[in-house]
């Protein structure tokens, strides 16, 4: 069974530029989410992807777009990044979006540096 | 705004030993609470939940507890190993229909000493 993997590790952007980051979700999961982990702290809910659909999405500027594909795997674009768009980026999947636990099967991440 | 926080940033234990990581919580209508481990380098990797109607939950090697009463969490791991050296975090989900939206508290550092 292949795991949540994520793509590229590592990126450094300027500011004002834009990005797309890159998941397949586990083997049989339906259901993706990204979240931005800053330095230090817990990782923060950006939206979930549920049938090709937003299905939810936390506190983040609409800069902040995403897609899902037939595969169910996933994207995450940023536009005109800002300094503070500095992170980790973490993309999860899940069996169901209908699902109302707390398991989540999280890639490595994306680690995105803004200069 | 409501949050799901720690109370100790970084928790120093003899291996071999028991571990307690706490955590307070404020919304009182989530659903599940959880508990992550995240090595470094690694994304989060799930530990146990438990659902708001329970007070106790067993995994191997690990407990969690919940006091909705004081809105407090806590994972318990037994026998603690140098392995466990991790950041862990608390988190819920607050939406029953929404599915797995997970908010996060700001995690415990746990430092396993051989």
């Known amino acids: 069974e292949t795991g949540v993997t994520q793509s590229p590790t590592h990126l450094i952007k300027t500011r004002g530029q834009q990005v797309t980051l890159r998941c397949s979700s586990q083997?049989?999961?339906?259901?993706v989410s990204w979240y931005q982990q800053a330095l230090g702290q817990g990782p923060q809910f950006i939206f979930q992807y549920y049938r090709e659909e937003e299905n939810g999405r936390g506190n983040f500027p609409p800069r902040f777009s995403g897609l899902q594909f037939p595969n169910y795997s996933s994207e995450l674009n940023v536009n005109a990044l800002e300094l503070d768009d500095s992170a980790l980026y973490l993309c999860a999947s899940s069996p169901q979006a209908g699902r109302d636990t707390g398991e989540l099967f999280f890639g490595e991440g994306s680690r995105l540096t803004v200069l | 705004g409501e949050s799901v926080g720690l109370h100790l940033p970084t928790l120093s234990v003899q291996e071999g030993d028991n571990s307690i990581i706490n955590c307070a919580y404020s919304n009182s209508a989530s659903d599940y609470f959880i508990w992550y481990k995240q090595e470094s380098g690694k994304g989060p990797q799930f530990i146990i939940d438990i659902r708001s109607n329970m007070d106790k939950r067993q995994g191997q090697r690990v407990t969690v507890l919940l006091n909705k009463t004081v809105k407090h969490l806590s994972l318990q791991i037994a026998a603690t190993q140098p392995g466990d050296s991790a950041v862990y975090f608390c988190?819920?989900?607050?939406?029953?229909?929404?599915?797995?939206?997970?908010?996060f508290g700001g995690g415990t550092r746990v430092l396993v000493k051989p």
């Open positions: 083997s049989g999961h339906n259901t």
């Open positions: 988190a819920e989900n607050r939406a029953k229909a929404a599915g797995n939206k997970l908010t």
